[in-house]
């Protein structure tokens, strides 16, 4: 590894903590005070809505489920009637039923995966009112649900967790909006498109036309990365200038991808008051973070031993010597499609820079394994959080088997309800990965979307479900979209999102419901490293022994053939 490489990381990690920290401070702020700045908006918005009474966890997920189903409908229905519709100044037909449905499920659910190329499938209309905003609506709800539980956790004796409407209010007008605008500035000034104008036409130095696609595209993008959306206006993502001109947007974006799911843990330990049990589940968060890129950046620095050996990837550039070069962004290198192929799985966000389908054996299996777990390294804006929230109970519970004593977290007693929970928002999930993977192997069907033989069309199944259940929404290039792709994809997505979130809110109901209990001798402490130590532990053996059997089919294999 080159010293460049080393110091993009490096500078990576320093701005994201520096700007993590002050943002989640402000984020605890949003969700607790009574009253912020424009609070005429907020009170005309809840009066429209029905108010701010606060909600039991099973109105709070009721709430919720009814305005997802609601939008689902709205995003599909758009999809189909785009071609009567206006802002299609390129006369772009319906979308396909089969597609529309998936795509969906996928905004939303904050997923993102793209069975479609956007400058080519989508109108701007489309891409707008029915994607975008999306993109805004679909974080919003993960982190209003995050915020619930968090109130469960720190509330006594209380049935209720919060409001929906204002807590989704406030995640989008104070938190998403802001940083949104000034990131699409940011990006408009270098150079990203942001334009209700048709395709451009173009003449190339041989006198051959060339149509060249754009659009609403700074607005799209920007929130994309906040929101860990991933879905790109363009079908190649970050990969295209128009979406990602230079290195400073590519830094930008970077920090985007995990700027919120990082503040929200400091936003945590704000709002339950234990900053240094917050540090320690950051720090568990980075030590899997940096694990994975120390795995996946040499990996692909140093490149396939066949293709080294064939002269295909020594190849000098910018500064780093040698490596897998294939479906890398040469603008940028090894180094940075490496962290972003790290962090765009570490979050659920999906987007690339890069082609997933070429990282070498190591390089793929990293990003695979990142969203395997649950997507908890950092995770999505809400679901990053609450997801770790399962993994943290399953280890405070292992703890107390260790010491002979009912197990507490931040002083509520951990029983029988709350660890079923947990099962079920930490195994369901990859249970349903693997099963539909399996169908998409044995099924002529399923077989029909996998375009690559042998280990790595296995490889492209599996994670295509795992990306999907998991709402990651990033894919290896060779998987198709077929009709039992885009059915079964869409299930994944859709009970991958809500059965997850649903047994989040289980939990902070629960806990809300708990006294406190007072700190004993023998109760475990959560603020030092030798939790982080065991949660780190608990989440690599939970998920490595699931994902472990499968990796020897797809990417062990692969590996072991070059």
């Given amino acids: 590894m080159s010293g460049q490489g080393i110091g993009q990381v490096l500078l990576y990690c320093a701005l994201l903590v520096a700007l993590a920290y002050p943002l989640g401070l402000w984020m605890a702020r949003v969700y607790t005070v009574p009253r912020l700045p424009f609070a005429a908006l907020e009170n005309g918005f809840l009066r429209l809505v029905g108010g701010r009474r606060e909600q039991s966890w099973k109105s709070y997920a009721k709430t919720l489920l009814i305005f997802s189903a609601a939008f689902s409908v709205v995003v599909y229905g758009i999809q189909r009637l785009q071609a009567h519709l206006f802002l299609n100044p390129d006369h772009l037909g319906a979308v396909p039923s089969h597609i529309a449905l998936n795509t969906a499920a996928s905004f939303v659910t904050n997923t993102n995966?793209?069975?479609?190329?956007g400058e080519s499938t989508m109108s701007y209309l489309t891409q707008i009112s029915a994607l975008a905003v999306q993109q805004f609506v679909s974080a919003a709800v993960g982190m209003a649900v995050l915020a619930a539980v968090i109130r469960g956790i720190s509330r006594r004796s209380a049935s209720e967790l919060g409001n929906f409407w204002m807590d989704l209010y406030r995640s989008m007008f104070y938190i998403l909006l802001p940083l949104t605008l000034v990131?699409?500035?940011i990006l408009v000034s270098q150079g990203v498109p942001q334009t209700f104008s048709g395709h451009a036409t173009a003449k190339t130095v041989e006198g051959v036309a060339q149509?060249?696609?754009?659009?609403?595209?700074?607005?799209?993008?920007?929130?994309?990365?906040?929101?860990?959306?991933?879905?790109?206006?363009?079908?190649?993502?970050?990969?295209?200038?128009?979406?990602?001109?230079?290195?400073?947007?590519?830094?930008?974006?970077?920090?985007?991808?995990?700027?919120?799911?990082?503040?929200?843990?400091?936003?945590?330990?704000?709002?339950?008051?234990?900053?240094?049990h917050a540090w320690m589940v950051f720090a568990a968060m980075f030590a899997m973070f940096a694990i994975g890129l120390a795995i996946a950046l040499p990996s692909?620095?140093?490149?396939?031993?066949?293709?080294?050996?064939?002269?295909?990837?020594?190849?000098?550039?910018h500064g780093q010597s040698g490596g897998n070069m294939t479906?890398?962004?040469?603008?940028?290198?090894?180094?940075?499609?490496?962290?972003?192929?790290?962090?765009?799985?570490?979050?659920?966000?999906?987007?690339?820079?890069?082609?997933?389908?070429?990282?070498?054996?190591?390089?793929?299996?990293?990003?695979?394994?990142?969203?395997?777990?649950?997507?908890?390294?950092?995770?999505?804006?809400?679901?990053?959080?609450?997801?770790?929230?399962?993994?943290?109970?399953?280890a405070v519970f292992v703890a107390g088997l260790m010491v002979g004593r009912t197990?507490?977290?931040?002083?509520?007693?951990?029983?029988?309800?709350?660890?079923?929970?947990?099962?079920?928002?930490?195994?369901?999930?990859?249970?349903?990965a693997l099963a539909l993977t399996a169908m998409s192997v044995v099924t002529h069907s399923g077989?029909?979307?996998?375009?690559?033989?042998?280990?790595?069309?296995?490889?492209?199944?599996?994670?295509?479900?795992?990306?999907?259940?998991?709402?990651?929404?990033?894919?290896?290039?060779?998987?198709?979209a077929t009709s039992f792709s885009a059915y079964f994809g869409a299930i994944a997505m859709y009970v991958g999102r809500f059965v997850p979130l649903l047994a989040a809110l289980a939990i902070g109901g629960s806990l809300a419901a708990k006294k406190t209990a007072p700190v004993s001798a023998?109760?475990?402490?959560?603020?030092?490293?030798?939790?982080?130590?065991?949660?780190?532990?608990?989440?690599?053996?939970?998920?490595?022994?699931?994902v472990f059997p499968a990796l020897t089919l797809g990417p062990i294999v692969e590996g072991l053939m070059h």
């Fill in 327 to 394: 479906d890398k962004e040469v603008r940028f290198g090894i180094a940075n499609t490496a962290l972003w192929a790290t962090a765009t799985t570490d979050a659920s966000n999906g987007s690339v820079s890069g082609g997933h389908d070429a990282l070498t054996a190591g390089g793929g299996a990293v990003p695979l394994v990142n969203i395997f777990v649950g997507e908890v390294i950092f995770g999505g804006v809400g679901s990053g959080l609450y997801g770790m929230f399962f993994y943290i109970l399953i």
């Fill in 183 to 185: 990131l699409a500035v």
């Fill in 522 to 546: 023998g109760t475990f402490r959560t603020d030092g490293p030798t939790f982080a130590v065991l949660l780190v532990g608990v989440i690599v053996l939970t998920a490595g022994l699931m």
């Fill in 447 to 480: 077989l029909a979307s996998i375009y690559n033989p042998g280990a790595h069309g296995f490889t492209e199944a599996l994670y295509a479900y795992t990306s999907q259940t998991n709402n990651n929404g990033s894919a290896f290039a060779g998987y198709g």
């Fill in 113 to 117: 995966w793209q069975f479609y190329g």
């Fill in 407 to 432: 197990p507490e977290y931040l002083g509520k007693k951990i029983e029988a309800r709350e660890i079923k929970y947990a099962a079920v928002g930490a195994l369901f999930v990859p249970t349903v």
């Fill in 300 to 317: 692909e620095q140093h490149g396939s031993q066949v293709l080294r050996a064939s002269g295909v990837n020594i190849i000098q550039g």
């Fill in 211 to 276: 149509t060249i696609a754009r659009g609403p595209v700074a607005l799209m993008v920007a929130i994309k990365q906040l929101g860990t959306n991933g879905g790109g206006f363009f079908n190649a993502n970050s990969a295209v200038p128009f979406e990602n001109p230079n290195g400073l947007t590519n830094l930008l974006e970077l920090l985007s991808i995990l700027l919120i799911p990082a503040a929200q843990v400091f936003m945590f330990g704000k709002m339950v008051l234990q900053r240094r």
